[in-house]
């Protein structure tokens, strides 16, 4: 059985990635306004991405006989200037997230539960691609330099995201990944 502390900084972990979906389903909003078709999908799949990351912990929790908790979401920022700062935004985020996870793997450890350590390792390698992923738009978004037809460009190439199945966020399983 999972003891109290760790169920608890589990639970508040199952809130940030819920946190972190309703955050890229409003930049997915913001891009969908703006005729961004491309930029959107992408958002939406990573919105998709943070779901079966929030299950995944959801299904640990259960599995340990612990009790999930769910907390309250934050309200997302609706608009972005432009895509260069949603994505910026989206990296800076990522990073709070692999922060958030190394002090929970230091919770467990404290704790000597292996089993959470273990399951945590996963989300530890998952932050290495998700920072990855959002820095490389940026980085290719600041080469741009605001150009029109770069920016046509990047929207067809990000379109090309294959959207999560909402089966997978319900099953929370290493297929996520
Ligand atoms: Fe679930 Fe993007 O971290």
Redo the contacts with the bound molecule.
Sequence with gaps: MIKKNVQDALNNQIME?FN?AYLYLAMAADFEEKKLKGFSTWMKA?AG??MI?AMKLYNFVNDRDGKVELQGLDKPQATWKDPLEAFKSAYNH?QY?TGCFNDLIKRAREEIDTATEIMLQWFVM??VE?EAAAGEIVQKLEMMGGSKEGLYLLDQELGTRTLPSPGLAVAGGAEGE
């Design positions: 990635e972190s990573q991405e943070e990351h990522e997230i998952e932050q998700e």
